[in-house]
């Protein structure tokens, strides 16, 4: 139980991502239900060290459950990774009463909250905000549902053009290092095929696999491709070496880019920013930091920051095999 | 290991939610992915005794994933209740050499399934196919997610009148028995109060909330209710009684109604209903019978239809806390 | 040419409707563009009388054109109808320098700012945001094109379940004088039987049609009904009276309510809302009164608010006919 | 009037755009309805010289109203360029004896069917059927409203992350030739600049407008680009210029492709699609030929062919006023 704890202070760092907003509103609403204070950060580490600072009560944060992106906005700060910069912003946090410090991001937020959490005597909390899904010891991070949703609706359209024309579309989806988004909105949108960095599929079973599916009767066909995949990276490449050898399609490529990480969170995402908004100031009561709040089975979770950031997330294989039975 | 499984009859029955067509197509992919025949049958149970059958494979069952509704169409059936209707069902199944049954609904469904499977030498797999996420055993039923999303963006357009005008909103939710789809979209929505069948929170305590939530500077609010709320069942008469004890807020109704089980199912529930259809065909070769196939934390899992219909689900009182302090 | 012209006043006033928000935009932007100065009314007459007032420039309107409602607010104003009232708006807007006023509303708006206009020494502009459709000498209002799609997506949701379970949906729609919602979302949702309160078809032909639909092969059905309609008035009683006389439909009711005036404009409503308040602004630097502004032909008109209010809209027959056939 | 009228042949060709099924719908509804025959042929020209038809009647088309595509699918066809294909398909035509043939396409396809309609004395009526909105005649084009709709959701969401990040964004939509695309779902997604096709604005006006927008305290920025655009066709390029001389901006480029061509249509093009399906079937009794169908100001127009592919269509100035007006 952390008794001196009395003015919390919010961020959003990195790539924004749609239930940001309804996380600030829960961390924001649970300090007023605490009787706590609370303060918001723009643009994350970098306003901290400008020393940009907002008061924020329960009814600021009124209206902005359904709003994709982060009204506290985010930016990438160089200025945080050097020391000078880290010390310039505990002393804003200090100078303003800040006992505590909520982080929403994703693994690179939580490696510089680690480090400032450990150069300093200020609990910090992260909270699991990214489209990726990449972040080990939780089953969702906030947006990737919403993004997932995104990504299917697109291809829903896109499927519309491929059948009434008989055409493979290469449709590429975010992805550096994670699979994730490929293969369920893969699933999701009923690809014929989903390539993703975590399995070398290689262009000949590709070919094989669409010659196949043509065989089987299918006439249109959607590749759902991660931009991270062996041999999806270059997908305009790839679109051409797939013309080339199957003549028989028509091949067209798409890519999804920015749409995916906005718009209004799904349901699913506002509640677990709701959750983890909420847990994530009573884990700073509980006298908790350099975790982060996540959710496992439904239920609340701590994660030290080092096994968030470092522990290997897995693919599904049972739903790459899903994925293989289902564009039977 | 099943044997003399060669082909597989499915059915949708119960109330339609999205998802059921992504199931079938996943049953039917997997037959034909394992070299089983399938057949679909028209209107639940009603169609098996009236021998309504249709012979599917993959190519059947193209272009569907993305469809709300049933395109086997679903119906009640009085005649399955009785033991000759279920003795013409058999039949008509042995008539067409089907070996084994899948079955996607709700506990009605499951509760039918259980009995024939137990009369009849004839495995029956079930998949829970309902929007209210009332089956025991299951993380999500399919169509629970769509229907949160689909209750939170009517919410949405609700709440843009009801802050223009200053108003206090009742909407109606789907809910007899179980409010998890109220106290989910209603944190997703942003509501001031959730009733719910599962707590009775009485209509002083309602006003109480309500009033200290004008007092605290709130100009408009939305009250969720699931149907089978114990004050909320009379929506109308509540709406009144607020109405009079609450002169400054101009207090207005809205139920939803069927618009909750339909539309293009979410990305969540076509994987959800990928890998439930997959899973259905898995246990009728592993030879399994009288069990729904079901999720928990990621995993399949395999659930009698007796724990599944009679099982006791249990309101998330973590999360009704949490509504409790994101409405601040 | 109004050479005194300095500072405007906008309001938003009645029902509320998607645009509106990007109606006061161009409004204020058109202001700043002519280096004028912009002042907004919170809640519509009723601020203008209690002096609720904001200042209001470019940057004061960002990121809400695709916000539904109002963020000015509206509010009926009684107390506007009161010679004493009305003198007290006058006051207010005297006493901050404000040489002309933009209402944005429907019939009810333009009446009580045609009174205020010929009373006092103000020109009034006047823009038509309502779904309803119903201002004569503008081809379309602010908002009408959001709510018939908000309409049609809610009955392709309904359909889904319609054609799963075989069943006959009478679903309600706005319109309490106008039938042009339930004709035009009617034609667009693929409806078997509109019913508007411009033609009175008949409990017996109403039968009749539903008769001979089943007949002609189809399943389910859906019927529109405009709330104003003369037998769709009371559509619980009609959908017993069907049911009674047609037990091989299962009837189901669905009033679609509030959800219609809500959500984020559609692309026309928000280039229209762009278009007009525009308008309404270079109407007023022209010298003009006592107009509103609309839309004819894709080009702008002025048309007197006596005309706008009083002058009979009729249906479009042609879209009768057409809605007759493509239910064939 | 033609007399001898009896069969109906339908096909839609070229680029497929919402609501090409609901056109064929209705062509089809009134064929019944006026006592007709129709055939449907796939894959437009192509289908007509591979001899590829379908019946049907009133019960084909039912529940594709909201379906994005076409379901008699669409293809270009370089066999009918020449004299020895068209024959071909007047053979296949009177060998069904069709009497008459509608067309639903672009520019594309009305100059085919105008060729074929002279050499052969069977009547053609077109439907317009593009996203592009570039046929001279008629106000409309079937799938440019759903279009807009597309990519101001598209442009909704890319502004959430524009404006958490302060960022600028090229957005890509189509319009090789015409910028009705571009500069309506400009105004309607609120762009701080649209470049189109018609108007050379010049790399270094649009820098000064950028320098200006950011001087006059916008923080992110979004430029709809046309593909055609003089300076936006190479966008990447025009992105790093951008990039090189505004170095305070962080310039991202989305381009939408082809998301932009499908999706459920929205109702203002179901019920154009609806009005002009119908109104193709009236103009064949009456015994029209060569032209096309439109709507003007809300009422059915023929135009010849001719007109409807040479006339100039012109970019609406007033809106390019407006454009730069509200987004001031």
Redesign the interface.
Same mark, same amino acid.
């Given at each position: 139980m952390n008794t001196k704890l009395n003015k919390i202070a919010v961020l959003?760092s990195g !790539?924004?991502s749609?239930g940001?907003n309804a996380a600030i509103?829960?961390v924001v609403?649970?300090t007023?239900?605490q009787n706590l204070k609370c303060v918001g950060v723009y643009?994350g580490f970098q306003g901290l060290i400008e020393n940009d600072f907002i008061d924020l009560d329960?009814?600021s944060v009124?209206?902005i459950?359904?709003?994709? !992106?982060?009204f506290l906005?985010?930016?990438r700060s160089k200025d945080f990774r050097e020391a000078e910069g880290r010390q310039k912003a505990y002393q804003n946090l200090k100078n303003r009463d800040v006992d505590a410090l909520v982080v929403i991001g994703g693994d690179g937020t939580f490696t510089g909250a680690s480090i400032f959490s450990n150069e300093f005597d200020i609990p910090v909390i992260g909270i699991p905000g990214t489209i990726d899904n990449d972040i080990n010891g939780t089953?969702f991070t906030i947006g990737y549902?919403t993004a997932? =949703?995104?990504?299917?609706?697109?291809i829903?359209? @896109?499927?519309?053009?491929a059948?009434?024309?008989?055409r493979l579309?290469l449709v590429e989806v975010m992805g550096r290092d994670a699979g994730d988004i490929a293969l =369920?909105?893969g699933? &999701?949108? &009923?690809a014929e095929e989903i390539l993703i960095p975590e399995e070398d599929l290689g262009t000949n079973r590709l070919l094989e696999s669409l010659r196949k599916s043509r065989t089987? !009767?299918?006439t249109s066909s959607i590749v759902v491709v991660a931009e991270g995949d062996q041999i999806g990276k270059n997908i305009t490449k790839l679109a051409g070496y797939i013309q080339d050898n199957l003549p028989e399609y028509e091949v067209?490529?798409?890519?999804?880019?920015?749409?995916q990480?906005?718009?209004?969170p799904?349901?699913?995402d506002?509640?677990l920013a709701?959750?983890l !908004?909420?847990a994530a100031v009573d884990a700073l009561i509980d006298g908790k930091s350099n975790i982060m709040v996540g959710v496992?089975?439904?239920? @609340?979770v701590h994660v030290p920051f080092e096994v968030a950031i470092n522990g290997q997330k897995t693919i599904?294989n049972?739903?790459i095999?899903?994925a293989?039975?289902?564009?039977?």
């Open positions: 959003t !790539g924004d749609p940001m509103r829960a609403r649970n007023t239900y643009r329960a009814r009124k209206n459950i359904n709003r994709g !992106g982060t906005k985010s930016a089953d549902d997932l =949703n995104t990504v299917v609706e697109a829903d359209k @896109i499927r519309d053009t059948s009434s024309h008989d579309f =369920n909105s699933v &999701g949108a &009923g089987s !009767g299918k067209k490529v798409t890519v999804l880019g920015h749409i990480r906005g718009g209004s799904s349901c699913y506002r509640v709701s959750r !908004g909420v496992s089975h439904k239920k @609340i599904d049972d739903l095999r899903v293989d039975i289902v564009s039977t």
